[in-house]
C-alpha cells in the first residue's frame, strides 16, 4: 500500500489560486488528481504517466489547472489558477501501478490520500 499525504487545500476568493501538493512514499506508474462535490460523484481533473510526463486534464478545468511531478516522481503538483466556486470540493491525490484504462479511471487507482479541501468563494 502506498502511503500518500495531500497538502495545501484552503479558502479563497473566486479568480484566486491555490497549489496543491501530494507526497507519495514511492514512484508509480501514474498519479492523479480527483475531487468530490458534496453530493457528487468523485470525478478525476488531471492525470500524470510519472515515467513519459504525458498529462491530461479534465475539460473542466482545463487551461486553469496544471498538474506537475517533482524530479523524483513522488511528489505530485497541482496549480489551480482562476479558482471558480464550482471548484469547491475536497480534493484527493490516487496513484496507481497498474497500466490499463484511461489515465483517470477511478477504478485502476488502488492508493488514495486523505484527501484536502478547497472552498471558493464568489
Known amino acids: 500500500q502506498v502511503h500518500l499525504v495531500e497538502s495545501g487545500g484552503g479558502s479563497v476568493q473566486a479568480g484566486g489560486s491555490l497549489r496543491l501538493s501530494c507526497v507519495a512514499s514511492?514512484?508509480?506508474?501514474?498519479m492523479g488528481w480527483f475531487r468530490q462535490a458534496p453530493g457528487k460523484e468523485r470525478e478525476g481533473v488531471a492525470g500524470?504517466?510519472?515515467?513519459?510526463?504525458?498529462?491530461f486534464t479534465a475539460d473542466s478545468v482545463k487551461g486553469r489547472f496544471t498538474i506537475s511531478q517533482d524530479n523524483t516522481k513522488t511528489t505530485l503538483y497541482l496549480q489551480m489558477n482562476s479558482l471558480k466556486p464550482e471548484d469547491t470540493a475536497m480534493y484527493y491525490c490516487?496513484?496507481?501501478?497498474?497500466?490499463?484504462?484511461?489515465?483517470?479511471?477511478?477504478?485502476?487507482?488502488?492508493?488514495w490520500g486523505q484527501g484536502t479541501p478547497v472552498t471558493v468563494s464568489s
Open positions: 490516487a496513484a496507481s501501478d497498474l497500466t490499463i484504462g484511461h489515465i483517470l479511471d477511478k477504478s485502476t487507482f488502488k492508493s
Open positions: 514511492v514512484p508509480l506508474y501514474k
Open positions: 500524470i504517466y510519472s515515467y513519459t510526463g504525458y498529462t
